[in-house]
Each structure stands twice: as C-alpha cells, then as structure tokens.
Nanobody
Framework: QVQLVESGGGLVQAGGSLRLSCAAS????????MGWFRQAPGKEREFVAA????????YSADFVKGRFTISRDYAKNTVHLQMNTLKPEDTAVYYC?????????????????????WGQGTQVTVSS
C-alpha cells in the first residue's frame, strides 16, 4: 500500500508564500509522475501542477504559472509545490496525487483519472 502524506499548509496573508511537500511511503514505490490538485469549498477539484519523475518535465495550470513551482526530490520520493504571491482565491485544500510507472503529458496531467494514489489533503488559507 502506498501512502501520500502532505505537509506545509497553513494560513498566510495575500502576497505571501508557502511550500507544500508530499512524501510517498509504504511499499517500494516507483513514481512515474506526481502532482497537485486543489479543491475550494463548493467547487470541483482542479489541477494545479504535475511533474514526471524521470526527466522532470512539468505541467501547470494557467492560473499558477509564474507563481507556483513544482519540483521533486528524486531520492526521497517527495514532491514540493512552492507557492509565491498567493491570492485569496488560492484558498483551498491541496491534494497530492501520484501514478506509478507511467508518465503524464500535456493531455493527461490535468486529469484526475491519470493518478492512482491521493493524499488526504492540506488546507491552504490566504487572507486578504
């Protein structure tokens, strides 16, 4: 069984920064890709960013480009999401997602069905 554990959420003022982390644990896990989604109250879960484990190609939603950066720690099976210039509309529960031994691309990275494992989520609240 693979577990994804997110950390780093919290309360921050608009314009501030947070860094989310997601560590995979459990049985031997060989990620193909890991990513982040978010869900605001009353809204659908939406794609934020993803990264392929080999090669490091990244994909991100238009609304975070220039503000959020996804990266990976290859040795620790950990993915990070550096979030800068946060806005109140970024307030949401952020979920880590992972798929094993498969890559994502621009056509699949944003699809929830592309990922097999999900974390429990971490709350990010941005005050105005």
């Amino acid at each position: 069984q693979v577990q994804l554990v997110e950390s780093g959420g919290g309360l921050v003022q608009a314009g501030g920064s947070l860094r989310l982390s997601c560590a995979a644990s459990g049985r031997t896990f060989s990620p193909g890709a890991m990513g982040w989604f978010r869900q605001a109250p009353g809204k659908e879960r939406e794609f934020v960013a993803a990264i392929n484990w080999v090669g490091g190609s990244t994909y991100s939603a238009d609304f975070v480009k220039g503000r959020f950066t996804i990266s990976r720690d290859y040795a620790k099976n950990t993915v990070h999401l550096q979030m800068n210039t946060l806005k109140p509309e970024d307030t949401a529960v952020y979920y880590c997602a992972a798929v094993e031994r498969k890559f994502v691309n621009s056509g699949s990275a944003y699809l929830r069905a592309s990922y097999d494992y999900w974390g429990q989520g971490t709350q990010v609240t941005v005050s105005s």
